[in-house]
């Protein structure tokens, strides 16, 4: 596993040690969930964006998110999204799940 090393204000390393506690983990077990979840959010808000925006499809949205299309589809209805779907792309989806 690779390492990195990273500056952090003192006010940071302090939530930073106050999680760790409420998690009963070391700092750097904590440092690499947080990296996760904010890894996470970010891919998942760029996705939003840019489906939004229609620069990307569905299936790419959901490439971005790092996330089956199902989970984008929850996602997508959760940040109550507006379709970019166009008549053509429901009926390829269609066709695609009835192959499955």
């Known amino acids: 596993m690779p390492s990195i090393s990273a500056r ?4 940071e390393e302090e939530a930073l040690e ?11 077990t904590t440092i690499r969930k947080a ?4 890894l996470y ?4 808000r760029i996705a939003i964006e840019q489906y939004q925006s229609g620069e990307v499809s569905v299936n790419e949205a959901a490439r971005i998110a790092g996330v089956p299309l199902g ?3 929850e996602i997508a ?3 109550n999204l507006t379709s970019q779907l166009s008549p053509g792309d ?11």
């Open 18 to 28: 106050e999680v760790a506690e409420l998690l009963g983990e070391d700092k750097s």
């Open 71 to 73: 989970e984008w589809f």
């Open 8 to 11: 952090i204000p003192d006010d």
């Open 41 to 44: 959010d970010i891919r998942v």
């Open 90 to 100: 429901l009926e390829a989806d269609a066709d695609a799940v009835q192959d499955l």
């Open 35 to 38: 990296l996760n979840e904010g």
């Open 77 to 79: 209805r959760e940040q």
